[in-house]
Nanobody, 125 residues
Framework: QLQLVESGGGLVQPGGSLRLSCAASGFTLNAYAVGWFRQAPGKDREGVSCISKSGGVTKYADSVKGRFTISRDNAKNTVYLQMNSLKPEDTAVYYC??????????????????WGRGTQVTISS
């Protein structure tokens, strides 16, 4: 069974940076598109970014374009989310998710079938 584990969350000041990691086990990750999602208290889960199986195509929510970068190292079975210029509104639990049946990249949570448990990101001064 595909298992995903997020790490790298924490408390940082506005303007700071974090790099989140999503480590996969159970399957070779290069067979899956991977997305990052986030959910703040009382809010719906929203898509942040996603990356194609080979890493050649990426997609970002408008709210993070220019600040976040998604990448993958299939040899390590890991996907990363580099987050720069962090804002208080980025505070949320961040999840990674994988799906092998996507015809094109989406940021819809319902399009992804395998999920990690999340890592907390808090941006506060």
């Amino acid at each position: 069974q595909l298992q995903l584990v997020e790490s790298g969350g924490g408390l940082v000041q506005p303007g700071g940076s974090l790099r989140l990691s999503c480590a996969a086990s159970g399957f070779t990750l290069n067979a899956y598109a991977v997305g990052w999602f986030r959910q703040a208290p009382g809010k719906d889960r929203e898509g942040v970014s996603c990356i194609s199986k080979s890493g050649g195509v990426t997609k970002y929510a408008d709210s993070v374009k220019g600040r976040f970068t998604i990448s993958r190292d299939n040899a390590k079975n890991t996907v990363y989310l580099q987050m720069n210029s962090l804002k208080p509104e980025d505070t949320a639990v961040y999840y990674c998710a994988a799906e092998d049946r996507l015809g094109r990249l989406t940021l819809r949570p319902s399009d992804f079938g395998s999920w990690g448990r999340g890592t907390q990101v808090t941006i506060s001064s």
